[in-house]
T-cell receptor, first 111, second 114 residues
Framework: GEDVEQSLFLSVREGDSSVINCTYT??????LYWYKQEPGAGLQLLTY?????DMKQDQRLTVLLNKKDKHLSLRIADTQTGDSAIYFC???????????FGAGTRLAVHP | GAVVSQHPSWVICKSGTSVKIECRSL??????MFWYRQFPKQSLMLMAT?????????EQGVEKDKFLINHASLTLSTLTVTSAHPEDSSFYIC??????????FGQGTRLTVV
């Protein structure tokens, strides 16, 4: 079945940029999402990109999609301590209309 | 964005009892609702997908008789954990979608079975 993979941990210095990477296997993907989860909370949709786009920018967030390589990335500019959380990449599988999540990347921001 | 309300936020129940979790889409009609379970330090696991008015589709390994899902209207889906046991303790999250667009998530329900 479809799979989504992410690195599990990323540590950055406050003020630097963070780049979280994700790969997926679904060939019929329609939308790809980035969610943020703070401790004990539900998921917060950060941004999403339609599969025929290659880039989307939203304030400090930049999403890059390489559909040929099935690679998605999320760049957070000027990373702040409030950005510390787990970030999930998810693929909306066109065939089954269900979201398939990666394992999540834990972002730690240090002074 | 659209709002999905999940209730309760947390619940403690005795082993052997049943617990119902509600998921409501407040300002849109959710044709599809998803129920996820998250184990500590792990990713979300899709339990089932439900379309309004029809039976839920369960993922492999999820016991449909234990995790009862009802999606009786376009704004409400419920997950009932029947005869709960301590191993059912987890974080349950619902999400709702109008179709082939983004899915909006509830805030999650932390279930503790004692």
């Amino acid at each position: 079945g479809e799979d989504v993979e992410q690195s599990l941990f990323l540590s950055v210095r406050e003020g630097d940029s963070s780049v979280i990477n994700c790969t997926y296997t679904d060939s019929s993907s329609t939308y790809l999402y980035w969610y943020k989860q703070e401790p004990g909370a539900g998921l917060q949709l950060l941004t999403y990109i339609f599969s025929n786009m290659d880039m989307k920018q939203d304030q400090r967030l930049t999403v890059l999609l390489n559909k040929k390589d099935k690679h998605l990335s999320l760049r957070i500019a000027d990373t702040q301590t409030g950005d510390s959380a787990i970030y999930f990449c998810a693929d909306l599988s066109g065939g089954y209309n269900k979201l398939i999540f990666g394992a999540g990347t834990r972002l730690a921001v240090h002074p | 964005g659209a709002v999905v309300s999940q209730h309760p936020s947390w619940v403690i129940c005795k082993s052997g009892t049943s617990v119902k979790i509600e998921c409501r889409s407040l300002d849109f009609q959710a044709t599809t609702m998803f129920w996820y379970r998250q184990f500590p330090k792990q990713s979300l696991m899709l339990m089932a997908t439900s379309n309004e008015g029809s039976k839920a589709t369960y993922e492999q390994g999820v016991e449909k008789d234990k995790f009862l899902i009802n999606h009786a209207s376009l704004t409400l889906s419920t997950l009932t954990v029947t005869s709960a046991h301590p191993e059912d303790s987890s974080f349950y999250i619902c999400s709702a979608s109008q179709g082939n667009t983004e899915a909006f998530f509830g805030q999650g329900t932390r279930l503790t079975v004692v």
